[in-house]
């Protein structure tokens, strides 16, 4: 039985280089851990090895199974005397934690790690794909997860959260009319300062009105809309529902016998698909009283002429195609976020990602839409 070092040794780095551990004639380094890493054992720390140590390539192997303790303190000190020999590919310690300990400080906070292998094109494309693949699945089976929970609770209205979806209304429509207003309003006075300029050119003033209508009504303001909710309301149901199940309380629910996708799902993606149409319209009505305003002061159009034009050109369509647009952009931004919410591991890094994950996918996913929806219109001739 090896003899366990005192204590009270001073911490020391013994490397020795050998040759065929992970394949017969490849070079390796294995450094041999010995005396106390601890916090009151560092008035004189060695230095990884000899410079000889250093030239040697291959991984490094680091064996712990003869030292005394070793805490964090000494950990993050092993972590900066091996951080130039490469990283750390294994790690030989005397119990499991220890060892647990020394991956996680090593291997992790100070980015000591196993170097991949460098992927080519093709495999770095396969793999995006089959993880697209993957959140596409994930979810189309929570839609389908929400069509079963709200057809039942149309069957039962008792079993509907009627507090919990006034409660998200609250949050997703009223709290965010301000802000909705604000870029509309902004974007219908750029969008219209910019006609304005192109228009005066050839005195053709009065076509402004046409091609801002035009412009909020279809593409830009149920773009702008989502973004603003993909943003706004879509990372916050991402990071509600992530702590929620850090905090094991949609555990709790399944205990108590609640369905998961009942309590907290659906109220949110309904309150999504109500709110959705609504600020579009508010966003329409901001976004043209902006426009009205630069083309009083830029073009001499008075508002009520301004109007009077808006009523006989913009066909209601128009108007139609944003709107039927709204719902379905807020259905797929709901099920991006809810889906990440409950993708969230119980760790704060992966919140922070799932929450970022689910701003990028549904800006996508409604840009992708946007344009399916420019298509269906152009070859049924809207």
Known sequence: MKATPAVSAQPQLIPRPMDGA?????????????????????????????????????????????????????????ADLLRDLGGVHEILAADGEQRELLRRVLMIDTGLVRKPIQAGLIPFVGTQTITIFRQLCTVISLLGEVVLVGTGAFVSPRHFRGAELMTQLYSVCLMAIAVVSLVTFLIGVVVAYLFS?????????????DGVGLAMLRELCPILVAVVVAGRTGSAFTAQIGAMKMNEELDALEMLGLSTYSVVVVPRVVALILAMPLLVFVGDC???????????????????????????????????????????????VGLIACSMGLSVERNAQSLGMRTTSTVVQSIVAVIILNAAFAVVCATIGW
């Not at 450094?31 to 601890?38: N, Q």
């Not at 902006?290 to 830029?298: D, T, V, Y």
């Open 22 to 78: 992970f394949a017969p004639g490849v070079a390796h380094r294995e450094i041999l851990v010995r005396g106390a890493w601890t916090a009151a054992k560092f008035g004189s720390v060695p230095t990884p090895g000899p410079d000889d140590i250093r030239g040697i390539p291959g991984p490094v192997i680091l064996d712990c199974r003869e030292s005394g303790p070793i805490d964090t303190t000494g950990a993050a000190v092993l």
């Open 286 to 332: 901001v976004g043209m009283i902006g426009a009205a305003l630069i083309a009083r002061n830029f073009l001499g159009i008075t508002p009520s002429f301004f109007l009077d034009r808006f009523l006989q050109v913009i066909p209601l369509k128009a108007y139609l195609i944003g709107v039927i647009k709204a719902p379905v952009f807020g259905l797929v």
């Open 197 to 209: 300029l192109q228009a005066a050119r050839y005195g053709a003033n009065i076509f402004v009105v």
